[in-house]
């Protein structure tokens, strides 16, 4: 049975950092690009950071480069995402992805 499970979420100050993981199994994490996404209230799901099998190729979107970094170890089968200088805007549902499987979601509220 395929899961990921996302953790690490919570309540941030404007500035501030947080990590979240995403624990996989259920399929050969290895063999397979990485992403996250995140989903603010009123808006569509959108597409944060991705990272190859192999680690060799990052990407990002836009807002986010330069604060975040996506990392991954195929021996714990787990994904992260490193988030620094977290902002307002960056407060969301943060979803792991691999290809057609998702995770349920970690909250992450950014606030003054």
């Known amino acids: 049975q395929v899961q990921l499970v996302e953790s690490g979420g919570g309540f941030m100050q404007p500035g501030g950092s947080l990590r979240l993981s995403c624990a996989a199994s259920?399929?050969?994490?290895?063999?397979?690009?990485m992403k996250w996404y995140r989903q603010a209230p009123g808006k569509e799901r959108e597409w944060v950071a991705s990272i190859t099998q192999s680690a060799r190729i990052t990407s990002y979107t836009d807002s986010v480069k330069g604060r975040f970094t996506i990392s991954r170890d195929n021996v714990k089968n787990t994904v992260y995402l490193q988030m620094n200088s977290l902002q307002p805007e960056d407060t969301a549902m943060y979803y792991c992805?691999?290809?057609?499987?998702w995770g349920q979601g970690t909250q992450v509220t950014v606030s003054s």
């Open positions: 259920g399929f050969t994490f290895s063999s397979y690009t």
């Open positions: 992805n691999a290809n057609l499987y």
